[in-house]
């Protein structure tokens, strides 16, 4: 089954730590993004990466880091310098970069930063 | 700047009657619009998409119209089903881009 998974679904840190959500996906898709979904704001894009080891800035990156060493996985490290970090996170990847932009979604991972 | 606009952040709606969701943008490079369906807890999943160089796009129950002239769009679901209970997402790109740029969503709710 292809598909987008994302680990863990559900998570809690404490303030000040550091943490990483993963995101892997198996449809041999060229590019993935990381978007933050909180109440009625809609998605708001963090990091894009279009090919391996190259990654771009979304709209909300700051307080946040990625890294793309592998085709299928494109992990986010939600760091303590991000002010708000409590929301639910979503991994999406497309499978070209020239055409027109359907992306698909994983499941999220909710954060939750006591 | 809030490029794609969704005004109604909720609608209800009697089952089997029709559910119409509205977007507006104000880009005028956008020139293809999707429509992503998202349940609680769980992530948006692709529903229906149109290019400009179309004004109607239908699947199924699903209908969505595109007026580019008053850089409207709209998603028609007839007959609405409990099912169809969730928020929409409006999103919108041009041929290339490399980002979506997406509306803050509308909560449909059907009534049994």
């Not at chain 1, 559900?10 to 550091?18: D, S």
Request: charge should be neutral; include cysteine.
């Amino acid at each position: 089954d292809g598909g987008i998974t994302q680990s863990p679904k559900y998570l809690f840190r404490k303030e000040g730590q550091n943490v990483t959500l993963s995101c892997e996906q198996n449809l041999n898709h060229d590019a993935m993004y990381w978007y933050r979904q909180d109440p009625g704001q809609g998605l708001r894009l963090i990091y894009y990466s279009q090919i391996v080891n190259d990654f771009q800035k979304g709209d909300i990156a700051e307080g946040y880091s990625v890294s793309r060493e592998k085709k299928e996985s494109f992990p986010l490290t939600v760091t303590s310098a991000q002010k708000n970090p409590t929301a639910f996170y979503l991994c999406a990847s497309r499978a070209g970069t020239y055409n027109y932009n359907e992306q698909f979604f994983g499941p999220g991972t909710r954060l939750t930063v006591l | 700047d809030q490029q794609v606009k969704q005004n109604s952040p909720s609608l209800s709606v009697q089952e089997g009657r029709i559910s119409i969701l509205n977007c507006d943008y104000t880009n005028s490079m956008f020139d293809y619009f999707l429509w992503y369906k998202k349940y609680p807890a769980e992530g948006p999943t692709f529903l229906i998409s149109i290019s400009s160089i179309k004004d109607k796009n239908e699947d199924g129950r699903f209908t969505v119209f595109l007026n580019k002239s008053a850089k409207h769009l709209s998603l028609h679901i007839v007959p609405s089903q409990p099912g169809d209970s969730a928020v929409y997402f409006c999103a919108a790109s041009w041929f290339g881009n490399e980002k979506l740029t997406f509306g803050t969503g509308t909560r449909l709710t059907i009534i049994p």
